[in-house]
């Protein structure tokens, strides 16, 4: 979501200010709870050679991430929870990452109005640069994270803790949309989408978590066929000491059309090295897209003695199968949290 001139001027003056005043960001506690000013630094130097564009590009991006966010405790282990991330980007544009506000039960239950993301079943570990061949023209990488949020129209989430067990059903709000080309008379949905997303989490052990979840439209109209879909996934984690890997599966079928999108994908992180794998593919009527893509990178912690800081060395490449269609990529990511 972006932000008008006189909200950059505002945000960019008062929550820069106030946060690089401090070394390590800003916490207030007080009888009312914790208020506290936090964030981040993120700039990549890229290089991505794309052969079915013959294009090779070096360039240069990055954002400043502010985290503003207040929490009050009631008895009972009740609280209230807001968070705001504006995120400044060097193109010169300010945009909004989370707007939330919650409340509940600490370990119990909650509830979640505004913009955020959802719970994450298709995590693709340290992914310091991870990009598609063919993504958007031959086809889409389906993850399980259409419905997952940071929308512009709204959404709302209740998650509730059974011991091992943790559930969570959220829901994205979109736009009205119209099938066909926008410059001809076509056919209107009279509905915007409404999309469900409930996940279950099972904690076998401490170290590994298993969690199934699905995405569907309540409101699905053959005018809006973009979004006439459901879709399903599972994933599972495994986290102790310096190892963790996460091993993903995603699946989307349309009603609307005989188009069906599968991933699968599996990645480690072993003391600071990433290493994934990635197989996508999508299928309607005779064409038969798949592409393969790998990615790897490799943290650099605590440049200069200092903990917050960190440099990324991160690169991919992605083939679309029986075709010319590849991409390489390589960046390095300064990271300073302060």
Do not use: C, H
């Not at 719970?119 to 693709?124: C, G, I, K, L, Q």
Request: glycine share 8%; hydrophobic share 35%.
């Amino acid at each position: 979501m972006k932000i008008n001139t006189l909200g950059k001027l505002s945000i960019a003056s008062v929550l820069i200010s106030a946060a690089l005043s401090a070394q390590a960001g800003i916490s207030v506690d007080n009888e009312k709870g914790q208020f506290s000013i936090r964030g981040d630094v993120e700039f990549d130097t890229n290089y991505r050679d794309k052969n079915a564009e013959d294009v090779q590009e070096f360039n240069q991006d990055g954002r400043v991430l502010l985290n503003v966010a207040a929490e009050r405790m009631l008895s009972g282990e009740r609280f209230i929870g807001v968070q705001v991330q504006p995120l400044l980007k060097t193109t010169g544009d300010v945009e909004l990452d989370d707007a939330w506000v919650a409340f509940g039960q600490k370990q119990d239950w909650s509830l979640k109005v505004g913009r955020y993301e959802a719970y994450d079943m298709f995590p693709v570990g340290q992914d310091t640069m991870l990009e598609f061949a063919g993504d958007g023209d031959k086809l889409n990488v389906y993850r399980l994270k259409d419905a997952r949020g940071r929308g512009d129209n709204g959404q709302i989430a209740y998650s509730k803790s059974f011991d091992s067990v943790y559930f969570e059903v959220s829901s994205l709000f979109k736009e009205r949309n119209s099938a066909g080309d926008s410059n001809s008379d076509i056919k209107k949905s009279d509905k915007n989408a409404i999309f469900v997303r409930p996940v279950v989490e099972f904690s076998v052990t401490d170290a590994l978590k298993i969690a199934g979840g699905m995405e569907a439209n309540l409101t699905a109209d053959e005018a809006d066929s973009g979004n006439d879909f459901m879709g399903y996934g599972a994933t599972v984690k495994y986290s102790a000491n310096d190892l963790s890997i996460n091993v993903n599966y995603a699946y989307r079928d349309f009603d609307s059309s005989d188009k069906e999108n599968s991933s699968f994908g599996a990645n480690l992180l072993f003391k600071g090295f990433g290493l994934g794998y990635i197989y996508a593919d999508e299928d309607e009527g005779s064409s038969d897209v798949k592409v393969n893509t790998a990615y790897a990178s490799y943290k650099i912690a605590n440049v200069m003695d200092v903990e917050d800081l960190s440099v990324y060395l991160g690169s991919y490449y992605s083939k679309v199968e029986d075709t010319n269609d590849k991409d390489f990529g390589a960046r390095v990511r300064i990271k300073y949290f302060f």
